[in-house]
């Protein structure tokens, strides 16, 4: 007698094949897709003519990622965007595009590669399968670099009114937002605090880019723009330093480097206010976990539990506060000099 196989096969087996429907989505991102449907839907052949792709393997694609919600296929292989598929034009606020091509880069893939290579060694693959950390990879790639920056600024527009519900900024004359980026964070947080003022801190190539971003959101005469190197210097006596998805990329030695910098810098009573993930326990928390997987495989760092947090700012001379929940996959967690 034949058996149905339980639930369980099934949705194991729908994991194991994950990567397929990732691989996907990154493809119809590099092809610009969703770009070309903005007006409304097109044939397929109109989509491959423009694209420079073949028609019949460009259906294929997109029938499948119609099928998972991506895209909306109509009759005569018309295809058009869903409300999700909005997300992967690369004009939308919230556009998930360059967060497909990110993840889906070469380099990344060659680091996923050798995830084995890190569980039996503890190393980060990355280096192991590039020769050079991702930091210094981008660096010399600069078109990747790119996009991992505007990855940044999406997922910083996406945290920002969690933030915002998380913690009262408003309680602090200047913020430093260590490691900032191109400034979306420290953006938002000005835009609803008019009375507080911004230094943006991070290397010299990063806040080149942060004028635009800084202007839109109308912060731009209050807020500095300073570049520089946060495991040497950050800027003195502010009220408080930020550091948005900055400790999680290192190790608890650098990480302790950082905060001894910021550390150093504060005044008796700056905050340092750290977003990060805080692992749960046993059995739960697949976003945090995965994220931690991803830290050891790309850019060898780690996400921590609460009691690692503690042990983390206690050894900067860091007084642990509190944290609070500001998005699935975010903590606000606070420390002040002891």
Aim: proline share 6%.
């Amino acid at each position: 007698m034949a058996h149905t196989p339980p639930p369980e096969f099934a949705e194991l087996l729908g994991i194991v094949r994950g990567y397929q429907r990732s691989r996907a989505v990154t493809v119809a991102a590099e092809l610009g897709i969703a770009d070309l449907l903005r007006d409304g839907p097109r044939p397929v052949d109109e989509l491959a003519a423009t694209t420079g792709t073949n028609s019949p393997a460009l259906y294929r694609l997109l029938r499948a990622l119609a099928a998972i919600g991506v895209f909306t296929e109509g009759p005569g292989r018309r295809f058009g965007l869903t409300a999700m598929g909005e997300h992967l034009r690369r004009d939308h606020p919230l556009s998930v595009d360059p967060a497909a091509r990110m993840f889906g880069a070469d380099y990344e893939w060659r680091a996923w590669a050798e995830l084995a290579h890190s569980v039996r060694t503890g190393e980060n693959a990355a280096v192991w399968a590039l020769g050079e950390d991702v930091w210094e990879y981008r660096r010399r790639h600069p078109d990747d670099g790119d996009v991992f920056d505007a990855t940044m600024a999406v997922f910083s527009r996406a945290d920002t009114g969690g933030l915002l519900a998380a913690h009262d900024f408003g309680r602090y004359p200047v913020i430093v937002d260590v490691g900032g980026g191109t400034g979306a964070v420290l953006a938002g947080l000005l835009a609803a605090h008019p009375c507080a003022r911004g230094v943006l801190y991070d290397q010299e190539q990063v806040v080149a880019n942060a004028a635009p971003v800084l202007r839109e959101a109308g912060v731009l005469d209050r807020t500095s723009v300073v570049a520089g190197d946060f495991f040497e210097t950050v800027p003195h006596d502010a009220d408080a330093y930020l550091l948005v998805r900055i400790l999680h990329d290192w190790d608890d030695r650098d990480a302790l480097r950082i905060l001894r910098t910021v550390r150093a810098a504060m005044s008796p009573v700056s905050r340092v206010i750290v977003v990060d993930a805080v692992v749960g326990p046993p059995d739960e928390d697949p976003l945090a976990k995965f994220l931690d997987l991803m830290m050891l495989v790309s850019a060898g760092g780690r996400e921590r539990t609460e009691e690692e947090w503690r042990a983390l700012l206690d050894a900067a001379d860091l007084a642990f506060l509190g944290t609070t929940w500001a998005t699935p996959t975010k903590y606000v967690i606070e420390a002040a000099p002891r």
